[in-house]
């Protein structure tokens, strides 16, 4: 791949300073110049002021100048346009829906077992014997490893996909019915998801926290503060297979803890493949909230575009 990960992004919300403490709660830590960083990846999550919540830009890491000058070919090649930054990385509109895709060298992300790893008892494999499960003891909020995914609405789909493999290298993991796509550009099963609907519009983040139970404890922290802000979870995705639980930050956009993850090493074989809407979502957890698949805000968004248009 010319990419290797998901490096950071831009997040535009109306009421900014809310907006980030929810992400101080959610576990992310505040860096000295303003953005949000995660334990393994560093600073990923920058927050900006914009008329409506959206997603202003998704950043990925490539390894050097070479394949930054690979996208700026295949971007030629698709009469893209890209811009040039100081630092040397480029930036290109996706095509349908505005988001800026910017490419930059950065270094692999690289991540250690946590030291305090749980190991789980299971019929016939007592692999924590003698001793109680350190995750009772656990306190305080998540502290998300990694920026696992951004996923947005399209109104073109078809083009959306050719955006991200044709011009930024990105492989399509799963598929479902022409209406949600999972596509990587590292050995996570997903790094971008797209939904095709009307309305092109944020619909959340994903990070990656080290178990279930962490996921559990972020929520316990969360929903202490706010109980409204509860979306969907606990369950397990059926597309990447993760464990997942949704929560709602104060501009309506949806952030998520992750586990589990399918993993798809760059040189293995995978059977990309295009499942029924009975599979896009869940394999098990509680029914899908309808504000889940329509959040409540997407008619104030639709206007929003229809003033700018």
Not at 64 to 77: L, P, Q, T, V, Y
Not at 274 to 300: I, Q, T
């Amino acid at each position: 791949m010319t990419v290797h990960g998901l490096a950071e992004m831009t997040l535009g919300v109306p009421n900014v300073d809310a907006t980030r403490q929810f992400y101080r709660e959610f576990g992310l830590a505040e860096s000295d110049n303003g953005m949000f960083a995660t334990a393994d990846g560093g600073d990923q999550l920058r927050i900006v002021e914009t008329p409506y919540r959206q997603l202003v830009e998704f950043a990925l890491a490539a390894d050097d100048a070479d394949d930054i000058a690979r996208i700026r070919s295949a971007a030629a090649a698709h009469d893209i346009v890209v811009i040039d930054h100081d630092d040397g990385s480029i930036s290109m509109r996706e095509p349908i829906v505005g988001i800026s895709a910017k490419v930059t060298v950065r270094p692999r992300i690289v991540q250690a077992e946590p030291y305090n790893w749980k190991a789980m008892n299971s019929p016939g494999n007592a692999a924590r014997s003698g001793t109680r499960a350190p995750a009772i003891f656990d306190q305080g909020p998540a502290r998300p490893r990694k920026l696992g995914h951004v996923l947005y609405t399209t109104t073109d789909f078809d083009a959306s996909i050719r955006f991200l493999t044709d011009v930024l290298g990105f492989k399509v993991s799963d598929t479902s019915a022409g209406m949600i796509a999972f596509l990587r550009c590292s050995p996570d099963h997903h790094n971008v998801g797209l939904i095709n609907a009307p309305v092109p519009f944020f619909h959340h983040s994903s990070w990656q926290v080290n178990d279930v139970d962490e996921i559990g404890q972020g929520a316990q922290s969360l929903l202490a503060v706010d109980p409204t802000r509860d979306i969907w979870g606990l369950g397990r995705h059926f597309l990447g297979s993760n464990l997942f639980w949704y929560f709602r930050d104060p501009a309506g956009n949806f952030a998520e803890y992750y586990a589990d993850l399918d993993q798809i090493p760059e040189d293995a074989e995978w059977d990309a493949q295009d499942w029924a809407p009975d599979k896009a979502l869940y394999a098990w957890g509680p029914p899908v909230p309808k504000n889940f698949v329509h959040p409540s805000d997407v008619e104030e968004i639709a206007a929003a575009l229809q003033g700018v248009s």
